[in-house]
């Protein structure tokens, strides 16, 4: 009878929390949390219009906290819930929760057991700023059937690396591990990074399965081709890069939401140097890294555009979801934009370099004790061409001044001499660190004035930039 009565209230007790968590938006796992630390600070009960807490405990599963330190132009990308699986490329998920981070995401993670042979619990969960999840029967978690709210808690789920094992478990409907019962549980959209040997990746199997998960709806990014971490391995199978990946989810989350204010609109943009051979061997060129320019064309095709990236030497990875065309030389890069041509905007953030050897030599240079006599002669000035034409001319023409000294002025003058609408100035400065660096401050100058942003990243100024040149388009295309 008293084990009886017990059973009574224990199931009161837990109707009781249920409907008390229901009234304050809170699950049943963080109001007992609530009622706990209350007791502690010897405080009273809290009313049902209380907001609920928003840190998440590191013994259970609360609601995700709000986005934290997003910029202005920051896209809206809220809850991740990443899954890692078991693969050498597992050591890439540490960073792609860094990347994920920083463009004001909050993420959770789970690990499959494989995955734990590669990447530590600890590791994962100490970046996302929460525990990791590794168990589909933890009792911590499971009390208030935490799977199904991991599985509904989240804006996107990413899978990376994706295994051949996952794939196959997912495709076939299977969930018998906290990974896959999750996939199942949800309406989320899914992203997969698939990571493999080559010859598993292109089994009949796989492909097969890649095949009824594309059917499905699971977005799949990647993979690469290169060299595998087996030695002599070769070929298609290498996880995507950290950076495509959030590049990925970023147009999945936008196009979910219906936030791609440049959809229809097409737009032409130019990154990185250009190089003017003088020789076989040498050639002439600026310290341009392109990182900027591919900022602005991962950002406009985020935003909906149709995008069309020029792009000359560089060494960073080009952006998901753009057309590429690759050039050396700066006639190259002039003959490129002309074929891009009509186009709604176009933004020139290459560092084209202003003359080429007239002759270059058909032989390496050799020393003579004295310089070698190079003719040099101007090359095509592309953004005052653009700017200045007649007919298909883009409704918006943007350049850009790396400046020493003076900025304002020297930008303010090109702004007049090249005839385009706007002009996006900075100081590149060795001091600065902007050439090559990640981070940049920069100044927009337009016929009403200048306007100073603020120093951050690369990725927000093009977020920034790409949110103006949307707003400009809009309202003519209203006028």
Same mark, same amino acid.
């Given at each position: 009878?008293?084990?009886?009565?017990?059973?009574?209230?224990?199931?009161?007790?837990?109707?009781?929390?249920?409907?008390?968590?229901?009234?304050?938006?809170?699950?049943?796992?963080?109001?007992?949390?609530?009622?706990?630390?209350?007791?502690?600070?010897?405080?009273?009960?809290?009313?049902?219009?209380?907001?609920?807490?928003?840190?998440?405990?590191?013994?259970?599963?609360?609601?995700?906290?709000?986005?934290?330190?997003?910029?202005?132009?920051?896209?809206?990308?809220?809850?991740?819930?990443?899954?890692?699986?078991?693969?050498?490329?597992?050591?890439?998920?540490?960073?792609?929760?860094?990347?994920?981070?920083?463009?004001?995401?909050?993420?959770?993670?789970?690990?499959?057991?494989?995955?734990?042979?590669?990447?530590?619990?600890?590791?994962?969960?100490?970046?996302?700023?929460?525990?990791?999840?590794?168990?589909?029967?933890?009792?911590?978690?499971?009390? #208030?059937?935490?799977?199904?709210? /991991?599985?509904?808690? %989240?804006?996107? &789920?990413?899978? +990376? @690396? =994706?295994?051949?094992?996952? *794939?196959?478990?997912?495709?076939?409907?299977?969930?018998? #591990?906290?990974?896959?019962?999750? /996939?199942?549980?949800? %309406?989320?959209? &899914?992203?997969? +990074? @698939? =990571?493999?040997?080559?010859? *598993?990746?292109?089994?009949?199997?796989?492909?097969?399965?890649?095949?009824?998960?594309?059917?499905?709806?699971?977005?799949?990014?990647?993979?690469?081709?290169?060299?595998?971490?087996?030695?002599?391995?070769?070929?298609?199978?290498?996880?995507?890069?950290?950076?495509?990946?959030?590049?990925?989810?970023?147009?999945?989350?936008?196009?979910?939401?219906?936030?791609?204010?440049?959809?229809?609109?097409?737009?032409?943009?130019?990154?990185?140097?250009?190089?003017?051979?003088?020789?076989?061997?040498?050639?002439?060129?600026?310290?341009?890294?392109?990182?900027?320019?591919?900022?602005?064309?991962?950002?406009?095709?985020?935003?909906?555009?149709?995008?069309?990236?020029?792009?000359?030497?560089?060494?960073?990875?080009?952006?998901?979801?753009?057309?590429?065309?690759?050039?050396?030389?700066?006639?190259?890069?002039?003959?490129?934009?002309?074929?891009?041509?009509?186009?709604?905007?176009?933004?020139?953030?290459?560092?084209?370099?202003?003359?080429?050897?007239?002759?270059?030599?058909?032989?390496?240079?050799?020393?003579?004790?004295?310089?070698?006599?190079?003719?040099?002669?101007?090359?095509?000035?592309?953004?005052?061409?653009?700017?200045?034409?007649?007919?298909?001319?883009?409704?918006?023409?943007?350049?850009?001044?790396?400046?020493?000294?003076?900025?304002?002025?020297?930008?303010?003058?090109?702004?007049?001499?090249?005839?385009?609408?706007?002009?996006?100035?900075?100081?590149?400065?060795?001091?600065?660190?902007?050439?090559?660096?990640?981070?940049?401050?920069?100044?927009?100058?337009?016929?009403?004035?200048?306007?100073?942003?603020?120093?951050?990243?690369?990725?927000?100024?093009?977020?920034?930039?790409?949110?103006?040149?949307?707003?400009?388009?809009?309202?003519?295309?209203?006028?």
């Amino acid at each position: 009878m008293a084990s009886l009565t017990v059973r009574k209230l224990d199931e009161a007790l837990k109707k009781r929390l249920r409907l008390l968590a229901a009234r304050n938006g809170r699950s049943v796992e963080e109001e007992i949390r609530q009622i706990l630390g209350r007791a502690a600070r010897g405080e009273q009960g809290e009313s049902a219009g209380t907001a609920p807490v928003r840190q998440a405990s590191a013994r259970g599963i609360g609601p995700l906290p709000a986005r934290h330190g997003a910029d202005e132009a920051a896209p809206d990308i809220k809850r991740i819930l990443l899954i890692i699986g078991g693969g050498i490329a597992a050591y890439k998920s540490l960073d792609l929760i860094r990347r994920l981070k920083e463009r004001g995401a909050t993420v959770r993670c789970i690990l499959t057991k494989a995955a734990q042979e590669f990447v530590t619990p600890l590791s994962a969960g100490a970046l996302c700023g929460e525990r990791a999840f590794t168990d589909l029967f933890d009792p911590l978690s499971e009390f #208030d059937v935490g799977h199904i709210r /991991l599985a509904r808690e %989240a804006d996107l &789920i990413v899978v +990376a @690396p =994706a295994t051949a094992d996952l *794939m196959a478990k997912l495709a076939g409907g299977h969930a018998d #591990d906290l990974a896959t019962a999750v /996939l199942l549980a949800t %309406a989320t959209p &899914i992203l997969l +990074a @698939p =990571a493999m040997n080559p010859r *598993m990746w292109e089994h009949p199997a796989t492909q097969r399965n890649l095949a009824q998960l594309s059917a499905d709806g699971v977005v799949i990014v990647g993979p690469g081709e290169g060299e595998m971490a087996e030695i002599g391995e070769a070929g298609v199978g290498r996880m995507a890069e950290p950076l495509e990946i959030v590049a990925t989810a970023e147009l999945l989350l936008r196009k979910a939401a219906g936030d791609q204010p440049l959809t229809g609109k097409r737009v032409v943009v130019t990154s990185g140097p250009t190089h003017e051979p003088i020789d076989p061997v040498r050639y002439i060129a600026n310290r341009s890294s392109g990182k900027q320019g591919h900022a602005i064309a991962a950002a406009a095709a985020a935003a909906g555009a149709e995008v069309i990236l020029i792009r000359g030497p560089v060494n960073i990875p080009d952006p998901v979801g753009v057309s590429v065309v690759k050039v050396e030389t700066a006639r190259e890069m002039f003959e490129q934009v002309e074929r891009a041509m009509p186009a709604d905007c176009a933004v020139f953030a290459a560092a084209v370099a202003d003359w080429r050897v007239s002759a270059p030599g058909p032989e390496k240079l050799k020393k003579t004790g004295r310089g070698p006599a190079l003719n040099l002669v101007e090359n095509t000035d592309i953004l005052a061409t653009i700017a200045q034409r007649k007919a298909k001319r883009p409704a918006l023409v943007i350049g850009f001044a790396a400046e020493t000294e003076k900025v304002f002025a020297n930008a303010k003058d090109k702004l007049r001499r090249k005839g385009c609408d706007w002009i996006v100035a900075n100081d590149v400065s060795p001091e600065t660190g902007v050439m090559g660096g990640d981070r940049n401050r920069v100044h927009l100058v337009t016929t009403e004035g200048v306007e100073s942003w603020p120093a951050q990243t690369k990725d927000a100024v093009a977020r920034a930039l790409v949110k103006r040149i949307a707003a400009a388009l809009n309202k003519e295309a209203n006028s």
